[in-house]
């Protein structure tokens, strides 16, 4: 059973712990199973990294993240230079179709626009923006359309769950509606509740997978 403060130094040695984010000053502060981070880092990926280091780590229920982008050669690049490093690298992702994404940046601040068939593209799509150094931050309106008009087989995201090693199936409640997959139950850790997701947004034609999956940790925090 883990006490705030133990778990606050077990967030704080995973963030550190990832090679991105060795030298990054970000604070940690817990409070039964809530995990707050703030401070300022050089990166919209480091941002990112630090939010998915926290929830990785057992006891963590939330997180609320207050990070804060200021890239370190913020004023070299304008926004019609980091649109055009934007356009690089979505065309350079063999993800992604070519054309299919628009980009606006203001500011720094990317937002995503355009239909895609698949969850992966748009996450490719976003990754590619976020991986750039002076962007500050990735808005992503991508909507989703399907290939086919065929409704997703519930059947399959559950024999999904059952091959991973790392979900008790028995506890997830899949529910199936045309194009959209809701899932309720109860999960461990933030990293189960969200390998569900992933895996659900797996399956052919879906187009929205709403994650009701509640976290009862199996180590309470006191």
Excluded: C, H
């Excluded at 070299?76 to 070519?98: F, G, H, M």
């Excluded at 087989?153 to 790392?166: L, M, V």
């Excluded at 990293?191 to 399956?203: D, N």
């Amino acid at each position: 059973m883990k006490t705030n403060e133990v778990l606050q130094k077990d967030v704080q040695d995973a963030i550190k712990w990832e090679p991105l984010l060795s030298a990054a000053e970000i604070g940690v502060i817990a409070k039964n199973g809530m995990i707050t981070l703030s401070g300022i880092v050089d990166t919209y990926a480091e941002k990112l990294e630090a939010e998915d280091a926290a929830k990785k780590v057992g006891g963590v229920k939330a997180v609320v993240e207050e990070i804060k982008v200021n890239p370190y050669n913020s004023g070299k690049k304008n926004d019609t230079e980091i649109a055009t490093e934007v356009l690089n690298a979505l065309k350079w992702s063999w993800k992604i179709p070519n054309d299919k994404v628009q980009v606006k940046v203001e500011d720094g601040w990317v937002t995503l626009d355009g239909e895609l068939n698949w969850n992966y593209q748009k996450e490719a799509a976003n990754e590619a923006a976020t991986n750039l150094v002076d962007v500050k931050w990735v808005k992503n309106n991508i909507i989703l359309k399907s290939e086919t008009s065929a409704s997703v087989e519930k059947e399959d995201i559950e024999q999904a769950f059952k091959r991973n090693w790392s979900l008790d199936n028995k506890n997830i409640i899949v529910k199936v509606s045309n194009n959209k997959v809701t899932l309720n139950g109860i999960v461990y850790s933030t990293y189960q509740k969200e390998e569900a997701g992933r895996i659900a947004w797996k399956a052919p034609g879906v187009l929205a997978v709403d994650n009701e999956l509640i976290i009862d940790s199996q180590d309470i925090i006191v």
